[in-house]
């Protein structure tokens, strides 16, 4: 399930339903977008977003990192990109998913190595080399879109660009309630207030503070989850875990003194 990112859920939807049903879209002299390109925060759920296409479309799926094709030696990469790909067409409708594509497409120029120039060359050229019978859907990953080599981003190649931002008020709740499902929640704790307290979280943090909560309840062997629970993962989510004061009572009483006089 997919909670929240409504219009980058609306963006895959339609490819999903090109991929399903191609021969109206062939039919009106369109082509399968190439390349999807999918950036933003970490933890905002672009590869979930990658494998609910492939699931909704009922195809295969193929995810690899950007830094497994980096290698020490020249052409290994470049050779692992082609065989991907081979796969790929050898499926017929399929999605290819590579994470972190920065480590192998940043841009080419005198800092660039021989191997990456050679990785990025070869997905250049088996990008542009689809057929239009083909139905073959390219999704890539990245948090640092500004540095990707332009050759890679152009229309052809990646044709479509979709921001995963961090989720607003209404999306935190949705994500919540979602990860919520399953866990023995008592009848006190408000989503509605954590939503609001938790600016800036990302889908995976709400997830793990959900799961931190769980976690403690579980500890307790208590038969729910508490507001207590919450409160505990939520502080540790955002100030870590609790330390125990190395310094003697009279220290930390000059440090308060000095700290008020301020």
């Not at 990646?158 to 989720?167: M, Q, S, T, W, Y």
Request: net charge negative; charged share 25%; aromatic share 4%.
């Amino acid at each position: 399930c997919v909670a929240a990112n409504d219009e980058a859920l609306e963006s895959l939807r339609l490819l999903a339903d090109f991929l399903k049903n191609p021969d109206k879209y062939v039919a009106m002299g369109a082509r399968l977008p190439r390349g999807v390109l999918l950036y933003g925060p970490p933890g905002t759920g672009k590869t979930l977003l990658a494998r609910a296409l492939a699931g909704e479309a009922n195809v295969p799926f193929y995810s690899m990192a950007g830094s497994d094709f980096v290698q020490m030696y020249a052409g290994v990469g470049a050779s692992r990109v082609r065989e991907l790909f081979k796969k790929a067409r050898e499926a017929g409708k399929c999605v290819i998913f590579i994470d972190e594509i920065d480590a192998m497409g940043k841009c080419r120029g005198d800092q660039s190595s021989d191997e990456r120039d050679q990785t990025l060359n070869a997905l250049l050229s088996e990008m542009s080399g689809f057929a239009p019978t083909e139905h073959i859907v390219v999704i890539a990953a990245t948090n640092r879109i500004d540095t990707l080599d332009p050759a890679l981003t152009r229309p052809g190649r990646f044709d479509r660009k979709i921001e995963v931002p961090l989720p607003s008020r209404p999306a935190r709740l949705e994500i919540l309630r979602l990860h919520a499902k399953g866990k023995p929640m008592d009848e006190r704790v408000n989503l509605e207030s954590l939503a609001a307290q938790t600016v800036q979280f990302s889908g995976a943090s709400l997830e793990n503070l959900l799961n931190e909560a769980a976690i403690r309840a579980a500890q307790r062997s208590a038969e729910r989850i508490e507001p207590q629970d919450v409160d505990c993962a939520y502080l540790r989510e955002v100030a870590g875990s609790d330390r125990k004061p190395t310094a003697r009572h009279e220290e930390l009483a000059q440090i308060g003194l000095h700290e008020a006089g301020h």
